[in-house]
């Protein structure tokens, strides 16, 4: 079975800055896809960013990025010129390419920004 | 504005009573699921359905939750009887099916049984 780890609960960073969000998780599949998921206050879940395992490149949206070390199995999330709008829970999750469609996530990040 | 449509918002039910939650997934979307977010245990699938046959429910209680969908535009889930532990938020989600594609969540129904 897959499992994401966050080890971050929390995490605060003053407003224009940048900040990093860590992820682990553990699998034997090669082929599967790593999320960031956003929750904020109104508790939709959104899609921040998504990356394929077989493709080397890291993905990147806008402001967000990623970066993708299949070999250490981290996938961490990185928030550039953060805004107010960004504060939100974070999550990561696991999707593997075979099989049951079922999304996999770490416990999340709540990630304040500063005014 | 395309999006998954959740009703209630907020539930507050005492021991016992049925509860239905409703999911209006997106025109199109044929895959639907549905997830349990608690503190203790995070967020879970519960079930999800493709093309409204149901392709895994082994994440849910079957002595009293159930999962249907009656049509393409309702997707229901049901706790009968209900108990204090099924206390969460429920996300339905939609999709347009095939792995890797973006899952687009609802904005949770807040169950409290008291």
């Known amino acids: 079975a897959q499992t994401v780890t966050q080890s971050q609960p929390e995490m605060s960073v003053q407003e224009a800055e940048t900040v990093t969000l860590s992820c682990t998780y553990d699998t034997s599949e090669n082929n599967y896809y790593l999320f960031w998921y956003k929750q904020p206050p109104s508790r939709q879940m959104i899609l921040v960013i998504r990356?394929?395992?077989?493709?080397?490149q890291n993905a990147t949206e806008n402001r967000f990025s990623v970066n993708f070390q299949k070999a250490a199995k981290s996938f961490s999330l990185k928030i550039s010129d953060s805004q107010l709008g960004d504060t939100a829970m974070y999550f990561c999750?696991?999707?593997?390419?075979?099989?049951?469609?079922?999304?996999?996530f770490g416990t999340g990040t709540r990630l304040t920004i500063i005014p | 504005d395309a999006r998954v449509t959740q009703t209630p918002r907020h539930k507050v039910t005492e021991m016992g009573q049925e509860v239905t939650m409703r999911c209006q997934p997106i025109?199109?979307?044929?895959?639907v699921f549905w997830y349990r977010q608690t503190m203790m245990q995070g967020l879970e699938l519960l079930a999800y359905?493709?093309?409204?046959?149901?392709?895994?429910d082994s994440g849910m209680p079957k002595d009293r939750f159930s999962a249907e969908m009656p049509d393409a535009t309702l997707a229901t889930l049901k706790i009968q009887p209900s108990e204090p532990r099924d206390s969460a938020v429920y996300f339905c989600?939609?999709?347009?099916?095939?792995?890797?594609?973006?899952?687009?969540f609802g904005q949770g129904t807040r169950l409290t049984v008291v």
């Open positions: 359905f493709r093309n409204r046959a149901p392709l895994d």
């Open positions: 989600a939609s999709g347009e099916g095939g792995i890797g594609t973006e899952a687009f």
């Open positions: 025109l199109g979307h044929n895959t």
């Open positions: 990356q394929e395992a077989y493709k080397q």
């Open positions: 999750a696991f999707l593997n390419h075979f099989g049951n469609e079922k999304l996999t």
